[in-house]
């Protein structure tokens, strides 16, 4: 049996319960003065009003249902940690916080026997300071199962963060959300948890009026300085020559990241950092202005590492910004795990330092195009400074400032400016201020990238992977499923010096970032999944489908009559296709090794056996056979 609870508390302390009986009919209520009203239609639209002269607080959504038993656990996530957390026996009396530091995709996805969806409990509305509960099984002195309930709650506001006013009517003070909720037979048959997280987002978006966006450059292949080098050897040489090796391998955005200032986030701790200061290091770059222009007559654009809030104690701006700064405590500056202050998203100065920062950038070095980092560092704290003004109460309304501001100031300069946000920080709510949005941080670990990347790509196209290493103690089977897995969920990118990066694997890099470019019409879709355990991909397109098979999928069902490619990334020996009638089809499969080493025909079939390797792209012309005259 299904129970749907609210809890609303206002600022003069009213706390007012409510049943809900049905989602699915209208209904209004009042008590105490508040006023709860449902409109019917999918999702199940909510509107929530403070009494007269008061103001909403904090508002709890629950939903309680007989406990059964589930296979895996999707939780309110940006990407980045929900692998760790996909089973039911880590998801039990938990709590997920969304904050400015790493704002959550505000929905619950549990997956029956099968792997395919099985109930979804979200809610659409504001982006502001939500929790994610857990209420039963609880967690006391041991685990609470024994009541038999399944409970889930998302409350909006927080005692630190009430809701803030400016998300309520100005007229009546009310709110008006969406709540997302759907079970077993409600749920689309065989649907994948990328598929329902797809759903929730797309619609997520149409209710916010946000959209994901992109520029034609941002979704060619990366490079970045980052994993492979200490930031101490990241110098103009090495960057020239890897920008140099990168577009010969079919590399357009090169990244100089983090140190190019001065000391990197990779330091010692007891190296002082000037992060803040934003101007090259002349030990490491003597001009950054002439290494742009360089890169730029290779045919490829430099993009630039940039975290605009952050201030170092000892950066030479940190006297003449230390005013904006967040105070976590009455005239004590907030110090980041990685030693460094952070300028007051809440305070609109701030704000404009940050975005002025931003936009010097490009003035200052002709960048294409900026990696924003490190909100996700910023402590969940409020500030409390009384050396500057607040315009929001809420730190994540601050943020959404920032990045629209900067967006705006930036695209004024440049109209294709190439903006990488990270997933922590650029779900739905965000992502229309980022060209692409990364999913950080997977260094050797391609698999870990694989289903962070996914996660991205779940709710927009533009999803970039991590940084990915290849070396030469990988074989070239395993370089080249490294390579395809990428491509399967998002836009490649690397952080390898091909300095010394063996031919064979440049061999590789080279051939299927050409596929790829010559493909990339295709990749301005979502990838779609075509099994629960994501082995098997789909990235339709208007002239030809493309197939990615990853891990050990060896089977596929090609469900159209249309040209087709398949990328086979499996460790598997022989691929098993399957058509929806009779077909005849024309095959060549060609490896970065041997292009077309295999040519072939057949005729009048439903199946098919290819005896095929990892890295084969096998390319498939369609056509449906007819019967043979007789004679």
């Known amino acids: 049996m299904i129970e749907f609870k609210l809890i609303v508390t206002t600022k003069k302390n009213v706390i007012c319960e409510f049943e809900i009986r049905d989602l699915k009919k209208t209904a209004v209520v009042n008590k105490t003065g508040v006023c709860v009203g449902l409109a019917d239609g999918f999702p199940y639209k909510i509107k929530i009003t403070p009494p007269k002269n008061d103001e909403l607080k904090t508002i709890s959504y629950t939903v309680s249902t007989n406990l059964k038993n589930f296979h895996q656990v999707i939780v309110p996530d940006t990407g980045r940690t929900y692998p760790s957390q996909m089973q039911l026996v880590d998801f039990w009396g938990k709590k997920w916080l969304s904050r400015v530091n790493n704002i959550r995709i505000p929905l619950f996805i549990l997956t029956g026997a099968d792997l395919y969806t099985d109930f979804i409990f979200g809610l659409i509305g504001p982006n502001i300071e939500t929790d994610f509960i857990v209420r039963e099984p609880a967690i006391g002195r041991a685990l609470s199962a024994w009541t038999k309930r399944f409970t889930l709650t998302i409350q909006r506001g927080t005692d630190v963060y009430p809701i803030p006013g400016f998300v309520c009517d100005k007229s009546d003070g009310s709110i008006t959300e969406y709540i997302y909720f759907k079970e077993g037979a409600e749920i689309n048959e065989k649907e994948t948890w990328i598929s329902s997280l797809r759903e929730f987002s797309l619609t997520m978006a149409g209710i916010l009026k946000s959209e994901s966006v992109t520029t034609d450059d941002t979704l060619l292949p990366f490079w970045c300085s980052w994993t492979d080098w200490y930031s101490d ?35 010692d701790f007891n190296i002082n950092l000037n ?218 990118s690397y952080s390898i010096n091909f300095a010394v990066l063996n031919p064979q694997h440049k061999r590789a890099i080279k051939f299927y970032h050409t596929w790829y470019k010559q493909n990339i019409d295709n990749f301005r879709n979502f990838r779609v999944p075509l099994d629960p355990c994501l082995c098997s991909w789909l990235v339709p397109g208007k002239d030809k489908n493309i197939y990615f098979l990853v891990n050990n999928e060896n089977r596929l069902n090609i469900s159209e009559i249309k040209n087709a490619e398949i990328l086979n990334a499996t460790s598997c020996g022989n691929l098993y296709l399957s058509f929806p009638q009779k077909v005849s089809v024309d095959l060549i499969i060609s490896n970065f090794d041997t292009p077309n080493r295999l040519e072939k025909s057949y005729d009048n079939i439903t199946f098919l056996d290819i005896d095929s390797k990892a890295g084969d792209i096998i390319n498939i012309s369609q056509r449906l056979a007819y019967p043979q005259q007789k004679s």
């Open 275 to 492: 992060i803040g200061d934003w101007r090259e290091d002349k030990s490491k770059i003597k001009n950054l202005k002439l290494l742009v222009d360089k890169i730029h007559a290779e045919d490829a654009n430099a993009i630039i590492w940039c975290a605009p809030h952050a201030v170092a104690p000892h950066a030479e701006c940190f006297g003449k910004r230390e005013k904006y700064l967040i105070q976590n405590k009455k005239d004590i500056l907030m110090m980041t795990n990685n030693k460094f202050h952070s300028l007051c998203f809440m305070c609109q100065q701030a704000r404009e330092v940050m975005a002025d920062i931003c936009a010097d950038l490009i003035r200052d070095y002709g960048v294409d195009g900026a990696k924003y980092d490190l909100f996700n560092c910023v402590p969940d704290e409020p500030c409390v400074s009384n050396e500057h003004r607040h315009d929001t109460t809420s730190m994540i309304d601050g943020l959404t400032k920032t990045l629209e501001l900067i967006d705006r100031k930036t695209r004024s300069l440049n109209k294709n400016y190439i903006i990488e946000l990270k997933q922590n920080y650029a779900t739905p709510y965000l992502y229309q201020y980022g060209t692409c949005i990364r999913a950080g941080d997977t260094p050797y670990n391609p698999e870990g990238n694989f289903l962070r990347t996914a996660y991205v790509n779940a709710y927009t196209p533009y999803s970039l992977n991590d940084y990915q290493t290849i070396t030469n103690s990988d074989s070239p089977a395993e370089a080249t499923v490294m390579i395809i897995k990428m491509m399967a969920v998002g836009i490649p």
């Open 233 to 267: 050897d990241v110098t103009e040489d090495v960057i020239l020559e890897n920008v140099r090796e990168g577009v010969e391998l079919g590399i357009k955005n090169f990244i100089i990241d983090d140190g190019w200032f001065g000391p990197g986030l990779d330091s």
